[in-house]
């Protein structure tokens, strides 16, 4: 059964730099699929942050332009996240997931549950 | 701002049927998928490939689309279908996902 767990500070100051890590376990992530990070504020909807496969091949929100950074450990079997600069606007539940891109389909086809990350001095 | 609209809420009688509609121009190019939340939990993909489901996502489940308008319905809705349910496509560019701002259905 493939599951995969969020982790990292849920309490993070403005202007730092958020990393959280992602452990996937039940399939190596080097096996192929795309991974990535969707973030829900409190009381909004979902964001897509971005999403790398261990080719090398990224895709990323533009809206969160130079600020996003995301990367696969596969001798760890983790995807992280790094965001940096951050403001209150950034306070959300962070998702990671696994992306399927089967022909024109893009689907998250499993996700993690997620982990509240508040930024506040 | 979401390039997909989703109206904000929606509530259906237990037992009978709801559609929950998902409209953008990217609609026109590449097809819908449907998730469903629920606090606490990791969000569940319930439609794939345009109408699929993946394993253990009940029949009642299904989907359908006309021009920039996508739509989930579910016939015969149970407690437990009370959820955000929110769509999701490649944007216009087809580099990019977008996702709806959500539909909170309430099973009365």
């Known amino acids: 059964q493939v599951q995969l767990q969020e982790s990292g500070p849920g309490l993070v100051k403005p202007s730092e730099t958020l990393s959280l890590t992602c452990t996937v376990t039940?399939?190596?992530?080097?096996?192929?699929?795309?991974w990535g990070w969707i973030r829900q504020p409190p009381g909004k909807g979902l964001e897509w942050m971005g999403s790398?496969?261990?080719?090398?091949?990224?895709y990323q929100n533009a809206s969160l332009k130079s600020r996003v950074s995301i990367s696969l450990d596969t001798s760890e079997n983790q995807l992280s996240l790094k965001l940096t600069s951050l403001t209150t606007a950034d306070t959300a539940v962070y998702f990671c997931?696994?992306?399927?891109?089967?022909?024109?389909?893009?689907?998250?086809?499993?996700w993690g549950r997620g982990t509240l990350v508040t930024v506040s001095s | 701002s979401s390039e997909l609209t989703q109206d904000p809420a929606v509530s259906v009688a237990l037992g009978q049927t709801v559609r929950i509609t998902c409209q953008g121009d990217s609609l026109r190019s590449f097809s819908a998928t449907w998730y469903q939340l629920k606090p606490g939990q990791a969000p569940l993909l319930v439609i794939f490939l345009k109408d699929r489901r993946p394993s253990g996502i009940p029949d009642r489940f299904s989907a359908s689309s006309s021009g920039d308008t996508a739509s989930l319905t579910i016939t015969g809705a149970q407690a437990e279908d009370e959820a955000d349910y929110y769509c999701n496509s490649r944007d216009s560019s087809g580099h990019h996902l977008v996702f709806g701002g959500g539909t909170k259905l309430t099973v009365l």
């Open positions: 790398v496969h261990q080719s090398g091949t990224n």
């Open positions: 997931a696994r992306l399927s891109i089967t022909g024109g389909w893009w689907y998250f086809d499993l």
């Open positions: 039940g399939y190596s992530i080097r096996s192929g699929y795309y």
